[in-house]
Every structure is written in C-alpha cells, then in structure tokens.
Nanobody
C-alpha cells in the first residue's frame, strides 16, 4: 500500500491550498484518514481526521479555516486550507489505517509529505 500526497507549495498569508492524498495497492477498506504536519524543530501534530463515515475532527488552531474530506471510491483524502498563516508552514503528511483483506487488522500507512510554506 502506498499513499501519494500532492498539492503543497508557496502561498501568501491569507491564501489557500488544497492537499490531496491517494492510496493505492492492496486495499480492502480504509478506516480513519488523517493529515499531520511537522514544522521545523517541532513534533509532528495531528491537524485533521476523518472517519470512513465522514465524521471529522480538527486541532484548535485550524478550526474554521481547514476542511478535511474524503472520496471512498477513490481511496483519497483532501485538505482544503483557507486563510493560511505563516504558522501553518510545515511538511504535511497524510496517514491512513488500511485493511488489506477482510480478515486482517488495519495497518498504519504514511504518505511521503508535501511542503506548505506560507510567506509574503
């Protein structure tokens, strides 16, 4: 199973970006899908999470600005980021709990990370 993230880049404060992440490989089902980020010198933090049924949660610092969504048919998760701030600058990682066969437990997989830089 591989997770391929895309959509990062350089944006001015107040701008928007949309991150995408698609899972491929031996996939029977995907439970929770998440976005994490890691800024230089800081620990990786959970930004947003979405269950297979669509329930979402966000870290306080992005509530009202970021929206996580998913397309189960495409095994994909998205992160719409609006009103970006310099403190949102980080490498963003997608993460998924993937079930490869009907009798197997879910396993944790990570994407390769995509850089988001918010700067004027």
């Amino acid at each position: 199973v591989q997770l391929q993230a895309s959509g990062g880049g350089l944006v001015q404060p107040g701008g928007s970006l949309r991150l995408s992440c698609a899972a491929s490989g031996n996939i029977f089902n995907i439970n929770d899908m998440d976005w994490y980020r890691q800024a230089p010198g800081k620990q990786r933090e959970l930004v947003a999470a979405i269950s297979r049924g669509g329930s979402t949660s966000y870290t306080d610092s992005v509530k009202g600005r970021f929206t996580i969504s998913r397309d189960n048919a495409k095994n994909a998760v998205y992160l719409q980021m609006n009103s970006l701030k310099p403190e949102d600058t980080a490498v963003y990682y997608c993460h998924a709990m993937v079930i490869s066969t009907w009798f197997a437990p879910a396993r944790s997989y990570w994407g390769q990370g995509t850089q988001v830089t918010v700067s004027s």
